[in-house]
T-cell receptor, first 114, second 117 residues
């Protein structure tokens, strides 16, 4: 089935460690790609998005993601995490062939130890 | 800008009653709003797409007679859970797409926690 896969459900890091969260999708054709973050008790916020152009996308709070079309991937990275990055991160895809519907991955819960 | 609100944030109801959840775009007009459901420790699942002035489009497996959606204006969509049962307890989240926005970006509301006793 068509889907969005996030590789890790739980990640625990120490402050200053580097972060990479994997995201793969199985849709062909043109896609719009997103990473959302949900801090404890708060609503979903957009971290970054990719529609076209430079496949390396920079978002808020020092996050970036790289679209690798050949690998159907859109991994999220941050060179040095902070305790305040503790949250749940969702990768989401709009596969254009299926209309303007966001399909979410299962989410990755990141806990940063201070 | 691009703020979406939901009301109520939490609701507890008895089995068999109906509950209405409102989703409002506060500073933009949204021709399209989306309703999602999030179970504990799971991702958001799209329930339906709500288009202003027309019928909602429901995803496969979502009962349209159980989850009534009305998108009466460019800033308001409502989801009514009719004859709610405990299995309907969940976190319901709406999102809205800016009518004037040329890109496929959705802005999310804070969600509504529904508990059916």
């Amino acid at each position: 089935a068509q889907s969005v896969s996030q590789h890790n459900h739980h990640v625990i890091l120490s402050e200053a460690a580097s972060l990479e969260l994997g995201c793969n999708y199985s849709y062909g054709g043109t896609v719009n790609l997103f990473w959302y973050v949900q801090y404890p008790g708060q609503h979903l916020q957009l971290l970054l998005k990719y529609f076209s152009g430079d496949p390396l996308v920079k978002g808020i709070k020092g996050f970036e993601a790289e679209f690798i079309k050949s690998k159907f991937s859109f991994n999220l990275r941050k060179p040095s995490v902070q305790w305040s990055d503790t949250a749940e991160y969702f990768c989401a895809v709009i596969p254009m062939e299926y209309g303007n519907k966001l399909v979410f991955g299962a989410g990755t819960i990141l806990r940063v130890k201070s | 800008g691009a703020v979406v609100s939901q009301h109520p944030s939490r609701v507890i109801c008895k089995s068999g009653t109906s509950v209405k959840i409102e989703c409002r775009s506060l500073d933009f007009q949204a021709t399209t709003m989306f309703w999602y459901r999030q179970f504990p420790k799971q991702s958001l699942m799209l329930m339906a797409t709500s288009n202003e002035g027309s019928k909602a489009t429901y995803e496969q497996g979502v009962e349209k007679d159980k989850f009534l959606i009305n998108h009466a204006s460019l800033t308001l969509s409502t989801l009514t859970v009719t004859s709610a049962h405990p299995e309907d307890s969940s976190f319901y989240i709406c999102s809205a797409r800016d009518r004037l926005g040329g890109l496929n970006e959705q802005f999310f509301g804070p969600g509504t926690r529904l508990t059916v006793l």
